[in-house]
Each structure stands twice: as structure tokens, then as C-alpha cells.
């Protein structure tokens, strides 16, 4: 429906620009008019040209020139108020300028051909526009499989897409229809033991009767007009609806009656929370796929129930994350240094002058960073807040969070992105600080295969129910869990018997409880490790070797427990040594018989022990990319569907090359991001050059392609030449708004130093040593 409402609008308004197309190429002859006009008739030809300027009606009009009022300026050098005064002194003053004269009429031919510019460029956009909204691009850039697809090239492409649908598919169907048994009493036990401390039964007795107390007051309380809003909000702000579904909540939102009958209603369900149930004929499953070339399966709910589990799944997030969050803070969880003595702070505030000790202190920084970004991170601290996660496939990052805003229909977007950098700098940092301090620096990644669709159902409602939900919301829980699935072209239904469905915040929540008592349990066997985890990849690090091999152990048996497995093509670890003499050469080493073998990964960047523990470009994993990147953008029967393809891959390796959003930070060294930009560089050029035969000219750049591909179209024949601004402007401005990531890196990276490591050496030997001698001679 949007589509064919824009294409309606975009052909009524080309049918119009192009009226006035032909009506100002009419009036743009005043150029031919004024050279052929005598030479030395200068105030003539001027007179005629102002004539010109102010008499047209059409866009592009001076807003005052009519009126002769207001200052209105031709490119800031020509005041069209002014003009007639100065034009009669200069027929009057026979010293008037004559260069001044030639510049004017310069200056106003300029102003002519200028709107003949934009005239063309406005019509060659509007084709453009519709062009894509009849090609159907706007549907199939990454579309389901089941969309059908028309065109005859597409059909290989199309079979290879199904070929891997159906692969994953049938994975899929091996594992959520297949039962997966567990221990429940060594689970069980394994808990208790986790808390059996007099501070750990304390601990979860207190997180216990928040939860038991949040259960109770979800079932007795009234949803309220506010509550529908942001439901609507935090639904629309997820990939869970489809896009009819989608039309629909947004006249919900806006009309005031419906919102307060959806209260009541919602209300109701919740007060029969015991009776509810997915529908007897089932849900449909559709597949769909993303940019790491997975697929994921869909449950498509009715509107009702869509709404009706999104508040109560974003109602439970969070209070889950606030409990969490309290456990994190209490004294339970270890930290990875033990606390000053009452000694051992009065000394430092004695000999230091500090008036608050440890607040400014690196850990109590890195506290505040771990549970504001990193602690039980797909669950939001308020339900304004969304957390949507698309999964990490291959390394590679797709998430956002949003925060809604309840007085319009707007999101305002959190970057995950940022968050996600966050933890590349903070590995970086942490590396350079373990070889100045301790001259070792240990380093592991993980993740969980098939992690969502493969949780146990028992295992979740294990977890549930040692947190303190009661068994009436744990039946609830089972009957979310145990959906009756179709998936298409099938008639009968299955019951899930295993994971959970993407996309739904119940989801979400079970996912983070499984893996908060995994963050627990190595918190607790590992000496307060901390577990850097977005969803269910983990990195963790230390400069004691022990200490991780230990954390690594505990996720193993935690696995084991509640039947998850680790996905050993994304985990890997790396140990290296420096010798720490102030002149001898470095001579990193790798060595653990405990921790798994495999590179350490980040998006496309991986962690090099052999250039003394640095992050480096992995080209091996960026070339299959190209050649997806290449075959999607070869799908689009579009330029702007193709534009759209092209900025969306371009920020996709700009992410997963560790520059996302131009947050480079200086721990990453000039050196990675020189190689970034090469990279970026590489990916344009071999991935343009596909489209062109071998020697061609301008083969590897996206504008000489994009101007190749204009000029083919009929309807841009008239357009002689590009301003190579034209191709980076806005789209809303009337340009491509082509992704240009390689200009955001070189902007910064004179400012990247060369070798980040550099302060930590100069602030060992030089900064602490005068920070020393400063503080003995002011207690002398």
C-alpha cells in the first residue's frame, strides 16, 4: 500500500515538473536573447536577464522577487532589491565599472542555466523514485523467501537462496520439534550451590520476593491507555509484525477510542492469564533472511496476542534486569580485586590527598561500563526502552535499541553499534594495560550454536522458577514456549518442544536468564570474572592466565547443565607473552592446554598474537562478502533499490571493520584504520568491477558506475553532466545519498595515533615516576 501510494504521488508530481520543464526551457532562451544583443550593451543585457530571474513563477522562485523586498541574493553576490537603483547609476555615471557590469551578467546567466540545473535533476529523481516504487525493489532488497520473484535473471539466485533456506530449515526442524532432556536435579543443585553462601541465600531470597512481588502486581493491575501506547510503540519498533499488521497498530495508535478499548481488553486477558493459549490452528513460521545470508524462522502472532505478549514480555524484561542488576551491585558478586582495607584507604587518602578513594579508580570506571552496556543487555531498564536483537551470525553485528517517545509515534535510535565499539576499545585498552603492568594478556570468544531456537523448554522454566516466579506464571511460560507451528505449504501443526521464537520479548527475557546464571557462576568460580556478552557472544579477558582457563571451565559444565552448546567455529582464545625488559625485543607466545583452540574474532577484526596482540583486518572472511554483496545488488531492478543495497553492505562492513558510526577510537592505531580504509577501498573496487568487462574505464568506481547506469535510462538523456556532490546529497535533499564510509575514516584518522600503546609506556616510566616524586616532596 505505501508503495503504491508513493508511486501515484511520484508520477502526479513528475507529470508536473515536467510541464515546467518545458515551460522554463522556453524561458531559459533569454540566453540565446542576451548574446546576440549588441556587446557593449551591458545595462541591456542585465536589464534583460533581471527581467528574466524575476518574472518567472514557477519553483525555484525567489521567494521576494516580486515584491523587491527583503534582501534576496543571486550565490550571495547579487542583491535583486538593489538592482534597479544600481542600474540606474550606471546609466547616468559614465564611471561606473564596467567589470562590475560583465560580473553581474555572469552572475545572473549563471542563476538561469542554475535552475535549468535543478530542473533536471529534480525530474531525473522523480524517474528515479519511480522507477523503484514500480520495480518492486522496495519489497525484495532482502526479501522472504516466500515473495515471489519475476525476473528471469534472478531465478539462479533465487534457487541458491531457497537451497539454503530449505538446508536451514530443516535444521531448524531438527532441533525445536526434538525434545532435548536435562538433569533437572544436578541443574538444580548446581544453582544452589551457586547461592549457598550466607551473602548468596541472602541475595536471592531478596531477588526471590521482588520477583514473587512483581508477579502479583502484574496480575492484579489494569493495563492502562499509556501502557497500550508503548506496547504499540515497542511492537512497531520489532521486526515481529508484518507490515499489514503493522498499518493496523499505527491507526491504533492514533485513534484515542481504540487505545482505551485495547486497555480494556488486554486487561482481561491478563486477569485470565490461566486460560490463554496460542490458536488450535496454529502459527505460521515464516522464513526470512539476513545480511549474513541466514535465515530466520518467524512466528507470526495475531495482532492480539502480538500485543498481549509484548506487554507482558517487556513488563517482566524489566524487572528481570532490575534484579539483575541488583545482584550485580550487592555484595555477592565478586570483584576481580578485593576492596581496600580501612589501613590501606586512609593511607592513600593520607599520601594521595584523596577525598573520595577508588570512585575515579579504573575498576569502579569499568563497573559503571559493564552494567550500563554489557550486564543482561537485551533487556531494557524502563519499558520506554527497546532492545532488538536480528542475531549475530558469523561475528557480524545487527542490533538496536530504541527509546520510545509517548507523546508521538517517533523512536529515537540508541546505537548497539556504539555499545559494540565500546567493547572493541575496551579490549584493545585492557591488552596495551596488561602488557605495561603485568607483561601477559589472555583473551577469549565464544558463542552458542542454534543458541535461541535450541534452549531446552525445562531448562528455562528451571531458571524461572529458582528466580522466584510462581507456578502460575511458570504455566504461562510453558504455554508461550509450546507453540503449535505451521510452517508454509504445510496443513498440520507441530508443538515446539524446543527454544524459543525471535523477536518476542518472552524470548529475550529467557534467553538473558539462562545466560545471567551463566555470568554468575564464572563471576563466582573465576575470581570475579567478568563476562563481556551481547546476547550469547561472549568475550572475556585478563592478564592471568588462571583465571580465564577457570572461566572457561565453568561455561563448559554450565553448557552441559542446561543443554546448550558451544559453537567452536566462533570461539577461539589467545595467550601472549612479552618479555618485559626495558630494551628486549617482544616475543609474543601462545600457550593454554585448557582454553579452546581458534582465532579471536570481532565483526571482521581478528586478535594477532604474532604483531604482539593487535587487532588485524581478516581479508579472508571479507571476500565471500563481496561476492554476496555483488549478487545483491545485481537483484535490484532499481538505481535507488541498488543505492539502498549498496549503503546498507557498505555500513555493514563499516560496522564489522570496527568503524561504525565514525567511533574510532584512539586505542585502535592509525595503522588498523589505514588498513580499513584499503579494505573499504578493496571491497568498492572488486565489487563495482564485476559489473563492468576487464580494462574498462572507471571499473572500480561506484559514481562512474552510477552515471553508467543513469545515462542507460531513457529518461535521463538529457542530463550531460554529474556534480560529484549530487551523489552524496541527502536523499530528502534530491541526491543518491550514497554511503560514503571511507570519507568519515580519513577525516579522523590524522587524529588516530600512530602507536596507542606509547602512553602507557611514557606514563609508566615518565608520568608516575614525576607523580611520585610530586607527592614526596609535598609530604616532605
Avoid at 537462496?161 to 543443585?189: C, G, H, N, V, W
Avoid at 572461566?551 to 612479552?578: M, P, Q
Wanted: charged residues 25%; contains cysteine.
Amino acid at each position: 500500500a505505501y508503495t503504491q501510494t508513493l508511486q501515484f504521488i511520484t508520477s502526479i508530481k513528475v507529470q508536473e515538473i515536467e510541464k515546467q520543464c518545458l515551460v522554463y526551457e522556453e524561458h531559459a532562451k533569454v540566453l540565446d536573447i542576451v548574446h546576440a544583443m549588441d556587446e557593449d550593451d551591458l545595462v541591456g543585457k542585465i536589464e534583460t536577464l533581471l527581467q528574466a530571474v524575476r518574472s518567472w513563477s514557477g519553483s525555484g522562485t525567489f521567494p521576494s522577487s516580486s515584491s523587491l523586498s527583503g534582501g534576496t541574493q543571486i550565490d550571495g553576490k547579487l542583491d535583486l532589491a538593489n538592482m534597479d537603483v544600481w542600474l540606474m547609476q550606471a546609466k547616468m555615471d559614465p564611471s561606473f565599472s564596467k567589470d562590475i557590469l560583465r560580473g553581474w551578467i555572469q552572475t545572473l546567466e549563471a542563476q538561469v542555466r542554475h535552475l535549468q540545473t535543478r530542473f533536471e535533476f529534480t525530474k531525473l529523481f522523480g524517474n528515479l523514485l519511480k522507477e523503484w516504487a514500480e520495480s518492486g525493489d522496495a519489497l525484495t532488497a532482502f526479501p522472504s523467501v516466500n515473495t515471489p520473484r519475476e525476473r528471469e535473471a534472478d531465478v539462479e539466485f533465487v534457487k541458491l537462496e531457497r537451497k539454503e533456506s530449505y538446508e536451514q530449515k530443516e535444521k531448524l526442524e531438527s532441533i525445536i520439534f526434538d525434545d532435548k532432556p536435562i538433569d533437572t536435579s544436578a541443574l538444580i543443585a548446581y544453582l544452589e550451590e551457586l547461592f549457598a553462601s550466607e551473602e548468596g541465600q541472602s541475595a536471592i531470597s531478596v531477588a526471590r520476593l521482588k520477583i514473587r512481588g512483581h508477579a502479583e502486581q502484574l496480575l492484579a493491575g489494569r493495563v492502562t491507555v499509556y501502557d497500550v501506547r508503548w506496547t504499540i510503540q515497542s511492537l512497531l519498533a520489532s521486526d515481529l509484525m508484518d507490515e499489514s499488521k503493522r498499518s493496523t497498530l499505527r491507526e491504533l495508535y492514533s485513534n484515542p477510542t481504540s487505545v482505551e478499548d485495547l486497555a480494556s481488553v488486554l486487561t482481561l486477558r491478563l486477569a485470565n492469564i490461566a486460560s490463554w493459549s496460542w490458536p488450535p490452528e496454529g502459527i505460521t513460521v515464516d522464513m526470512r533472511r539476513h545480511l549474513s545470508g541466514k535465515y530466520r524462522a518467524y512466528m507470526d502472532p495475531s495482532l492480539l496476542d502480538g500485543l498481549f505478549l509484548q506487554y507482558i514480555g517487556v513488563k517482566w524484561q524489566v524487572q528481570f534486569k532490575r534484579t539483575f542488576q541488583m545482584l550485580f551491585k550487592s555484595p555477592l558478586w565478586k570483584s576481580p580485586f578485593s576492596p581496600l582495607t580501612k589501613a590501606e584507604t586512609e593511607r592513600r587518602r593520607t599520601y594521595f590527598c584523596e577525598e573520595d578513594v577508588g570512585v575515579y579508580g579504573l575498576e569502579s570506571l569499568k563497573t559503571s561500563i559493564r552494567v550500563d552496556n554489557f550486564l543482561a543487555s537485551q533487556l531494557p531498564s524502563r519499558v520506554e526502552q527497546v532492545v532488538r536483537y536480528h542475531g549475530a551470525d558469523e561475528g557480524m553485528f545487527d542490533q538496536e535499541m530504541m527509546e520510545i517517545d509517548n507523546d508521538t509515534s517517533n523512536t529515537s535510535h540508541f546505537s548497539v553499534t556504539a555499545v559494540k565499539q565500546k567493547l572493541l576499545h575496551l579490549m584493545m585498552t585492557d591488552t596495551y594495560l596488561d602488557k605495561t603492568l603485568h607483561g601477559q594478556h589472555t583473551i577469549v570468544c565464544t558463542d552458542f550454536e542454534w543458541f535461541g531456537p535450541s534452549l531446552p523448554h525445562s531448562s528455562i522454566l528451571i531458571l524461572l522458577a529458582f528466580f522466584g516466579v510462581p507456578q502460575q506464571w511458570l504455566d504461562f511460560f510453558q504455554a508461550f514456549l509450546s507453540a503449535p507451528l505451521r510452517f508454509a505449504g504445510e496443513s498440520g501443526t507441530r508443538i515446539r518442544r524446543r527454544g524459543v521464537p525471535i523477536s518476542y520479548a518472552l524470548s529475550a527475557l529467557c534467553g538473558e536468564v539462562i545466560l545471567f546464571a551463566m555470568d554468575f557462576a564464572v563471576n563466582q568460580k573465576a575470581s570475579g570474572l567478568f563476562l563481556y556478552r551481547m546476547h550469547d557472544d561472549v568475550w572475556f579477558w585478563d592478564h592471568d592466565l588462571s583465571k580465564c582457563e577457570d572461566g572457561w571451565k565453568e561455561i563448559l559444565r554450565y553448557a552441559e547443565l542446561v543443554g546448550i552448546h558451544i559453537n567452536f567455529s566462533k570461539t577461539g582464545s589467545a595467550f601472549v607473552k612479552w618479555n618485559t625488559g626495558e630494551h628486549s625485543e617482544e616475543a609474543p607466545t601462545t600457550q593454554s592446554d585448557v582454553l579452546p583452540v581458534g582465532p579471536v574474532r570481532w565483526g571482521f577484526l581478528k586478535f594477532d598474537t604474532a604483531s604482539g596482540g593487535h587487532f588485524i583486518l581478516d581479508q579472508g572472511i571479507v571476500n565471500p562478502h563481496i561476492v554476496e554483496f555483488h549478487r545483491q545488488l545485481s537483484n535490484m531492478k532499481s538505481l535507488l533499490g541498488w543505492q539502498g543495497v549498496w549503503n546498507r553492505y557498505m555500513g555493514f562492513f563499516e560496522r564489522n571493520f570496527g568503524g561504525g558510526l565514525g567511533l574510532v577510537g584512539e586505542c585502535v592505531g592509525r595503522n588498523l584504520v589505514g588498513e580499513i580504509v584499503e579494505t573499504l577501498g578493496r571491497v568498492e573496487r572488486e565489487t563495482v568491477g564485476l559489473f563492468y568487462p576487464a580494462g574498462a574505464q572507471d571499473a572500480g568506481s561506484v559514481v562512474g558506475l552510477l552515471k553508467k547506469m543513469i545515462r542507460d535510462r531513457p529518461f535521463a538523456a538529457k542530463v550531460n553532466t554529474f556534480p560529484q556532490g549530487w551523489f552524496y546529497l541527502p536523499l530528502e535533499k534530491g541526491g543518491l545519498g550514497l554511503s560514503n564510509p571511507i570519507a568519515h575514516l580519513v577525516g579522523v584518522m590524522n587524529s588516530i595515533p600512530i602507536d596507542p600503546e606509547e602512553r602507557f609506556r611514557k606514563q609508566l616510566t615518565q608520568g608516575d615516576v614525576e607523580t611520585y616524586r610530586d607527592l614526596r616532596d609535598r609530604m616532605d
